[in-house]
C-alpha cells in the first residue's frame, strides 16, 4: 500500500525557516518524480515544488523561487521541502505527492500545516 | 507559466441531477489535464487523468473531455458524496498549475 506521511509543520514567525518531510513506502521511490502542493486556509490548491526521480532536476512555482528548496534522499524514501524567509502568505496544508508520468498527481499524504505568524 | 480557468466558480445542483465543469488553459496543454475532488480536511483525490482516464476505483459518473484549451468533467446523477470542490490541472508544463476550483453545493 502506497503511503506518503508528512512531518515537521507548525508555528513559525515570519521571516523564520521551516523544513517538512515526506516519508514514502509502498512502492519504489527512487522511480518517481514527486512534488509539494500546498492548500492554504480557505483557499484553493497551489502546486509548489517538484523534483525528479532522481534528484537532478528542481521545479519551483514563481512565487518560492529563492526561499524554498525541495530535495530528496533515495536512501532513505524521503522528500524534503526546505522554507526559508517564510511569510503569511506561505501558511497553509503542505501535500506530498507522487507525480506519476502522464498521470499527475496519483498519490497524496495527509498534509501537515505551517502556520506563518508572530 | 499557463493560467488555468475554471467556470463556474459555484454551481447548485440536486441529487440526480448531471452537472459540467469547464476549465480553460491560457495556452494549448494537449490532453494533459487532470480532474481531482477535494473534501474539506481531506487530501485531494484524483478522479480523471490525460483529460478522460478514469483513475481506478472511480465511478463512471465521471467523464472528461477535452483537447488544446478546453475541457470539461461532466458527473451524471449526482449523489450526495460528489458535493465537494473540483480542480483542473495541467501537467503538461512546469510550473504545474490548477485551476481556482469549483464548489458543488447540494440545491
Known amino acids: 500500500e502506497v503511503q506518503l506521511l508528512e512531518s515537521g509543520g507548525g508555528l513559525v514567525q515570519p521571516g523564520g525557516s521551516r523544513r517538512v518531510s515526506c516519508a514514502a513506502s509502498?512502492?519504489?521511490?527512487?522511480?518517481?518524480?514527486m512534488s509539494w502542493v500546498r492548500q492554504a486556509p480557505g483557499k484553493g490548491l497551489e502546486w509548489v515544488s517538484g523534483?525528479?526521480?532522481?534528484?537532478?532536476?528542481?521545479y519551483y512555482t514563481d512565487s518560492v523561487k529563492g526561499r524554498f528548496s525541495i530535495s530528496r534522499d533515495n536512501s532513505k524514501n524521503t522528500v524534503y521541502l526546505q522554507m526559508n524567509s517564510l511569510r503569511a502568505g506561505d501558511t497553509a496544508v503542505y501535500y506530498c505527492?507522487?507525480?506519476?508520468?502522464?498521470?499527475?498527481?496519483?498519490?497524496w499524504g495527509q498534509g501537515t500545516l505551517v502556520t506563518v505568524s508572530s | 507559466d499557463i493560467q488555468m480557468t475554471q467556470s463556474p466558480s459555484t454551481l447548485s445542483a440536486s441529487v440526480g441531477d448531471g452537472i459540467t465543469i469547464t476549465c480553460r488553459a491560457s495556452q494549448n496543454i494537449s490532453r494533459w489535464l487532470a480532474w481531482y475532488q477535494v473534501k474539506p480536511g481531506k487530501a485531494p483525490k484524483l478522479l480523471i487523468y490525460r483529460t478522460s482516464n478514469l483513475e481506478t476505483g472511480v465511478t463512471s459518473r465521471f467523464g472528461g473531455s477535452g483537447s488544446g484549451t478546453e475541457f470539461t468533467l461532466t458527473i451524471s446523477s449526482l449523489q450526495p458524496d460528489d458535493f465537494a470542490t473540483y480542480y483542473c490541472q495541467q501537467y503538461n508544463t512546469y510550473s504545474y498549475t490548477f485551476g481556482q476550483g469549483t464548489k458543488l453545493e447540494i440545491k
Open positions: 505527492v507522487i507525480d506519476t508520468s502522464g498521470v499527475g498527481f496519483d498519490y
Open positions: 509502498g512502492f519504489t521511490f527512487s522511480s518517481y518524480a
Open positions: 523534483i525528479s526521480h532522481s534528484g537532478g532536476t528542481t
